[in-house]
């Protein structure tokens, strides 16, 4: 019964992680007009606020900054950091662009991009349904490069990024929370920089917005940080193939609301794309389930 009721709350986690991650594109285009550059740096210095807050009270001072004493964690924290960003950056630009929907398809794709650069940085194995994975996902973004005639840049950018920030945080064994924060502490003062700067110079959130969305804006680090404690609480308690899985409901959320309710355009072809993923990520899932099955079994 303990283990059922904990499995139960892991999948009420995941879920709860994902219907957040699905549904803040709204909540990003609420912020209009504050402009997307300004947003970021806002969402750098609360984001490493909240989550350092969280950390000490959770953690303890002592377990925080045991992991700055540590050299080589002066270099990783930080390019960790600078990759996130870059991901967050894509992304929030890319919504508030009206681009919805490329951001679904860069979140479909990452999980394979992923997997691919695990084999080529650490050899990880690639087995048949991993391969045929990834060749349905090129065959999507040929159909999307073949009928637009241009490369879809922000799928490609946030499945990138996103893979190489997995990558350097293989050799990371903290808690999500505590990671963030150091992964965003070094660069929470430059930021904090340009939020005075942006602001005393009557260019920044003061400047553009009513008092409602500046104080809309100032819930940008909780609601970043919420979906992340949901993650962390999820993957201990669950399976990582039904995270991976789960996984896929927070792009198919921001899909439905891209098309049905922001209004984005969604012709025949972007669906023929998207279908072709939709294989290549049912063959990636089974081959998943199979090889974690495979491995219990043992």
Known sequence: ????????????????????????????????????????????????????????????????????????????????????TCNWSIYIWAVNSDQVI???????????????????FFREKLTKFKSTALLFALAGIVVILLHFMEIPFIALGLATSFAFYAAVKKAFNLPPIMSVFLETLFL?????????????????????????????LLCCGILTAAPLSFFADAATKIPLVTVGILEYVSPSISLV????????????????????VWIGLVFFTYGEFKDTHDLQRR
Not at 102 to 116: D, R
Not at 189 to 208: K, S
């Open 1 to 84: 019964m303990k283990h059922d009721s904990s499995y139960r709350r892991g999948i009420i986690s995941m879920l709860a992680c994902d219907v957040l991650w699905g549904v803040l594109p709204v909540y990003w285009q609420a912020l209009r007009p504050i402009e997307s550059s300004t947003i970021i740096f806002y969402r750098i210095f609360l984001v490493g606020l909240v989550s350092g807050i969280a950390s000490f009270i959770i953690y303890g001072k002592g377990a925080v900054l045991d992991q700055l004493r540590d050299r080589k964690n002066l270099v990783k924290f930080p390019v960790a950091g600078l990759l996130i």
């Open 102 to 120: 490329q951001t679904c398809v860069g979140y479909y794709i990452e999980p394979l991009v992923v997997c691919l650069v695990g084999i080529i």
């Open 188 to 216: 929470m003062p430059p930021a904090l920089a340009v939020i005075i700067w942006l602001e005393t110079t009557g260019q920044g959130a003061l400047a553009v917005a009513t008092p409602g969305k500046y104080v809309l």
């Open 257 to 276: 609301i891209g098309i049905f309710l922001l209004g984005e355009p969604f012709d025949a072809v972007q669906l023929i794309a998207f279908v072709i």
